[in-house]
């Protein structure tokens, strides 16, 4: 067993990842062979992600506030806190906070047998924030 006392500073998200100003927070992870991930992320009103996908899927568990989550071909979906979205193996998506609130959302992922977890793609030019 293994507790870690002290997480790694936040630090912005980059800009070629989202729009507008996304905070991550230290990172749960443990070694290999594990691979799941887990770290907060803070979106500030209207910020959100550029496309992306997740070789494993993805768990967005939303912890404050309220924001938006699309599926590529789907729709915008309004997500609030206490709720939590099951984001399927390699589908595109991209999510963020609404026009008026700051979203935080716990991200749990596992990482791929090579380490990666995320695959970006383009910015959004649509989000409705």
């Not at 993805?58 to 071909?73: A, C, F, I, Q, W």
């Not at 963020?96 to 047998?113: D, K, N, S, W, Y």
Request: net charge neutral; charged share 20%.
């Amino acid at each position: 067993m293994h507790i870690t006392r002290r997480r790694p500073d936040t630090r912005r998200g980059p800009a070629e990842n989202s729009t507008g100003t996304v905070w991550l927070d230290g990172t749960a992870a443990p070694p290999v062979p594990s691979r799941p991930r887990v770290f907060p992320v803070h979106f500030a009103p209207g910020a959100h992600t550029a496309w992306h996908r997740h070789p494993n899927g993805r768990v967005p568990h939303v912890l404050e506030d309220e924001g938006l989550v699309r599926r590529s071909g789907g729709e915008v979906k309004q997500i609030r806190a206490g709720d939590t979205v099951w984001i399927e193996p390699d589908t595109w998506h991209r999510h963020g906070a609404g026009p008026r609130t700051f979203m935080t959302h716990l991200a749990v992922v596992e990482a791929a047998a090579d380490g990666t977890t995320t695959e970006w793609h383009a910015h959004v030019t649509d989000h409705p924030a």
